[in-house]
């Protein structure tokens, strides 16, 4: 199983204790890497922090869950060697994992209920690269945040 690194801000912070434990449940390892309340926070601490638990090894993968998904997102993004997306349904969080290899999930709370985020975390999880034709395209994304 992997080593998945979780976090949040305030907005996020109950849907990202419940797919914490259902990572657990899977037999995941959870490095939890905050927000630990709903108290006021700001995203970006907390998707960069698993950008740079994912970019650095300390994590195979991340999850973040932020109000939209989109602001944890964009601060995943800025570490070199993430590919964050966020995703708003189990279609779009397989083919993130299958066209671009992402290796960071990005939920809203606000945008997806806990049953639907559950099941794209799960179809994301279970997806494959499928290389080929989309080698060179996630080369360039690479590429472009050297």
């Known amino acids: 199983m992997s080593s998945i690194a979780v976090s949040s801000d305030h907005a996020g912070f109950a849907l990202k204790q419940h797919l914490a434990d259902v990572l ?3 037999g995941h390892e959870v490095l939890d890497l905050g927000a630990h309340s709903a108290d ?4 970006p601490d907390f998707g960069e922090a698993v950008g740079r638990a994912v970019a650095g ?7 973040c869950v932020c109000g939209s998904g989109l602001g944890i997102a964009m601060a995943a993004n800025k570490v ?9 349904d189990v279609t779009s969080a397989r083919l993130t994992r299958q066209h671009n290899d992402c290796n960071v999930l ?8 806990a049953a639907v985020a ?9 997806a494959e690269f499928e290389g080929g034709r989309h080698e060179g395209r996630v080369a360039k994304l690479d590429a ?3």
Not at 80 to 88: C, D, F, I, K, L
Not at 107 to 113: A, D, M
């Open 57 to 63: 090894g300390d994590a195979d993968l991340g999850v």
């Open 144 to 146: 472009l945040g050297e």
């Open 24 to 26: 657990r449940d899977l």
């Open 106 to 113: 990005c939920l809203g709370e606000r945008l997806i209920g």
């Open 80 to 88: 070199p060697g993430v590919r964050a997306a966020p995703v708003h």
């Open 118 to 126: 559950v099941d794209a975390v799960r179809a994301w999880l279970d």
């Open 40 to 43: 006021r926070v700001d995203y």
